[in-house]
């Protein structure tokens, strides 16, 4: 294998979990009276941890309450209906090197939805949240912060990531981007999409990543 550490993003890659946290964000954001479609959810704020601060700034106001609200929310939808990606168990069966979470997703959040999705146990400590760090993704921070702590130079890292602010973080961390299309939140055009950002490859399906990685790479 050409890297000596994968770093996945969580959700929208490990577990099929976006399209989830979405009803939990209108539902969320309706109690604070503010209207918002699904569409505009994925489109502004997938892959960011900033969704709050773009809320707040955007409506002139604070929203207090909101993250521990979604967060009542979000936990039945997610013991109800979670699930994990296709494939994911396998192919972490098969990989030799190192692998790390490097998410958007605060830790409680990712024990909670690892665990339901079972993964947990195939990551932990190896689990890092945008809280960990002073700049979310779109910025490199996180990715940057995952490998030095492994230690292992970017440019041996790859990462796995379905949202655009993961890939243009994973390439301004100097990474090899590969995006990821198999979550139930993409829709039509966003292979096309993430390739614009710089991912390398972009896969539909988890079959696929381990002949992804075994190749050679400039």
């Known amino acids: 294998m050409s890297f000596d550490l994968i770093i996945f993003d969580c959700d929208g890659v490990l577990i099929d979990s976006e399209l989830l946290s979405v009803q939990a964000d209108i539902a969320c954001l309706a109690e604070y009276g503010i209207e918002m479609s699904a569409e505009e959810i994925i489109e502004r704020y997938t892959g960011t941890s900033g969704m709050l601060a773009d809320l707040e700034a955007r409506y002139g106001r604070t929203l207090p309450g ?6 009542q929310l979000v936990r039945p939808l997610f013991e109800a209906e979670l699930k994990a990606i296709p494939g994911v168990a396998a192919l972490l069966d098969s990989l030799a090197c190192r692998r790390r979470i490097a998410s958007s997703s605060g830790p409680e959040g990712l024990r909670h939805a690892l665990s339901l999705g079972g993964r947990f ?3 932990d400590p190896n ?9 979310g993704k779109p910025e490199p921070d996180l ?38 299309t198999g979550g139930s939140h993409c829709r039509p055009g966003h292979a096309a999409r993430l390739a614009e950002k710089g991912a390398a490859l972009v896969i ?15």
């Open 66 to 71: 909101f993250g521990e609200r979604y967060r």
């Open 121 to 123: 146990d195939r990551f």
């Open 127 to 135: 689990i890092f949240g945008a809280s960990m760090v002073a700049r």
């Open 143 to 180: 990715f940057l912060y995952a490998a030095e702590r492994m230690g292992v130079a970017p440019q041996r890292c790859v990462v796995i990531e379905d949202s655009i602010p993961g890939i243009a973080a994973a390439v301004a961390a100097g990474m090899l981007a590969i995006g990821f």
């Open 204 to 218: 539909g399906g988890m079959a696929e990543l381990a002949p992804a990685l075994a190749r050679e790479w400039p």
